[in-house]
C-alpha cells in the first residue's frame, strides 16, 4: 500500500516538472516567435500618433447649449461641457487640466454626459475657442473587463481544480501567441498561410499537451484535430479559386491594405487565417472529447478491438456535431449581426445578398469550421482506435500467454 502512495506521488512529481517544462518551452517559443514576426512591423509614426492619457472627473464647470434652426429645418442641438479631470496615468499623472465633451444630435447615439467621479480617457485636442489642450475621448471600461476577467478565473480555479489552472495557463499561451506572434507577422507582411499554419499547430499542441499531459489520448486527439485543420485549410484554398474573392470586405480591409505599401497585406491570407483559427477552437475540443471518451471506454469498460473503439467514436461523433456545428453557426451570425441586419435592409434582391463578399466569407466560415469538425470526427476516432487498441492487443496476449 505504502508503495503504490510513493508511485503516484512520484508520478504527480514527474507530472509537474513537464508541465513546467512545456509551460517553459511555450513561452519561450512566442518569445522568439514575436522577435521573428515583429523583426519588419510596420508601425505608425509617433507624430501622427494621438496622445490618450487616463484620468478622473473631478469637477464640472460650466455647460453651454445651443440650439438652433437650420435653413432646411433641421433642428440642431449641440451641447458643450467643460470640466476639470485629474490625470491617473502618464507624465502628467495628478495634475488637473481643463477638459472639453461636446455633444450634438448628429449623431443618434450620444456617450453619456460626464459626470464627477467617473474615469475617462483624454485625448489631446487643441480648442481655440475654449482654450482647452484636452477632450473627452471615451469612458475607461478596461478595469471592468479585468474584474470580469478575474471573476472568470476564480471560477475556473474552483470549479476546474488543476485543470482550470492548465486551462488558465493554456489560454493565456494561446492569446499571447496570437497577438504577439501571428498578428505581428500579418502586419510585418510575411506570408500569413505560412504562419497561420504554424500557430495553429503551435495552439493544438500546447494547448492540449498543457491540459492532458503527454499521453495516448492527448496524441490520438492532436493528430485527429491537425488531420482537421489541414484538410479545411485544403478547402479554403480550394474555394478562393472558384469564389474568386478578393479579400475586400469592409473599409477595414482597404485601411489594411494602403497602411504599408512596402510590406502590403495579403487580404486572402487575412481570411484564410480568420477561418482557420476561429474553427481550430471547435475542432480541437471535437478531437479531445473522441479521444477522452474512448480512452475512458478503454480503460474503465475493457473496449479491446479497434472496430468496437472507431464503432463507439462515431457514436459519440453523432452527438457530438450537431451541437458543435450550431456553434459555430451562431458564433458567425452573431459577430456579424449589426451587418447582416443592415445589409438585408439596403439589399432588397436576396440574389445580390447571397452574393456580396463579405456575406459569401461569412458563409465560407460557417461551413469550412462546420465541415473542419465532420472531418475531425471520423479521423480522431480512426487514429484513437488505431492507437488504443494496438496497446490493449498487447496486454490481452501476454495474459493470454
Known sequence: MAKVIVKGKKKKKEYGGLYFLVILVSVLMIFVGNKIASKN????????QMNVERAVVTEIVDVIQDDLDTNEGINFLSKDI???AKFSSGDSKGNTVDVLQSLNNYLKVLPKEIEVGDKILLYEA???YYGTNWVFGEYYRTNILIVLGVIFAVLLLIFGGTKGLQTLFSLILTIMAIFFVFIPAVLSGFNIYLWSMLICVFIVVMTLVVVSGINQKTMAAIIGCMSGIILSAVLVLVMDLFLKLTGVVDEASVY???MNPDHPVDLKGVIFGAILIGAMGAVMDVSMSISSSLYEMKEKYAAHSFAQLFSSGMTIGKDIMGTMANTLVLAYI?????TVLLLITYNPSLL???NREMVVIEILQAIIGSLGILMTLPLTAMVSGFLYSRGNNRNHLKRRV
Open 41 to 48: 512591423m510596420f508601425e505608425l509614426n509617433a507624430e501622427n
Open 82 to 84: 467643460l470640466f476639470k
Open 126 to 128: 487643441d480648442n481655440e
Open 256 to 258: 489594411l491594405l494602403l
Open 334 to 338: 452573431g459577430s456579424s449581426l449589426s
Open 352 to 354: 445580390d445578398l447571397m
